[in-house]
């Protein structure tokens, strides 16, 4: 019955995909609207049946700079749902803007291009980010750089915490666990007997206290607290 059901969800997911990505990407073009990135993530989450579990407290109405591991591509529709209240837009790889539809419809929304083996077009999505929080949005930037094929924190990327400390906005790590089991790095199959995530979000971290150089000190900080999360979100999960 698990796998019939597993088999049923995959096939609406791809069902869904095929269907909504070219009128939300068409939509989010033309209206420039993030509730179709939004509603789209809500979608996707609803039909894989996915349970969401908030520890931690959101953050004051505020422009923030959300920092979290990344375990799979489903952190994504996870953060767009628990960080609604906020005006976000995400980091994301420059490959994913060449995608048809999907590509024009997060650069239509103002999502940020990373080119991570360029470093002057790593400059450039800086200084765009910082644009962006002047604008009023809040930044998600996942420090890792690229998702941990086996859970484990990676080694933190220093590049994006000088969007925080040139724009003096606060860090709010968050801490994200269970997604992997769903939805492993490099694979296209949902693995929907899972359907637990766990997420941690900490307190805000004051940036105002640290220069730039200071820049790996404030980026051990901010992983140490997510390592911490991590290993509490972890022994939760294997309790249940």
Not at 123 to 139: F, N, T
Request: net charge positive.
């Amino acid at each position: 019955m698990q796998k019939i059901e597993e088999l049923f969800r995959n096939i609406l997911v791809w069902f869904y995909c095929l269907i909504t990505v070219p009128t939300f990407g068409l939509m989010a073009i033309i209206t420039k609207w993030h509730f179709w990135a939004r509603a789209w993530c809500k979608g996707l989450l609803k039909i894989l049946g996915i349970k969401i579990h908030v520890k931690g407290n959101l953050p004051p109405a505020g422009i923030y700079v959300f920092m979290s591991n990344h375990q799979s591509q489903l952190d994504i529709p996870i953060l767009e749902k628990i960080l609604e209240p906020y005006n976000i837009r995400f980091l994301a790889k420059q490959s994913l803007f060449k995608i048809p539809f999907f590509g024009w419809g997060i650069k239509a929304l103002g999502y940020v291009p990373v080119e991570r083996e360029n470093p002057k077009e790593g400059l450039k999505s800086i200084l765009i980010c910082i644009e962006k929080l002047k604008q009023g949005y809040s930044l998600v930037i996942f420090p890792e750089g690229t998702r941990s094929p086996t859970g484990e924190l990676l080694p933190f990327k220093i590049g994006g915490f000088l969007v925080p400390l040139k724009s003096k906005v606060k860090i709010v790590p968050i801490t994200i666990w269970g997604t992997r089991n769903i939805l492993p790095k490099g694979k296209i199959w949902f693995n929907t007997k899972h359907k637990n995530v766990k997420v941690f979000i900490d307190h805000p971290v004051d940036v105002g206290t640290f220069t730039l150089r200071e820049k790996n000190k404030l980026s051990s900080l901010v992983r140490n607290i997510i390592l911490k999360n991590l290993e509490l979100l972890k022994k939760e999960m294997e309790g249940n």
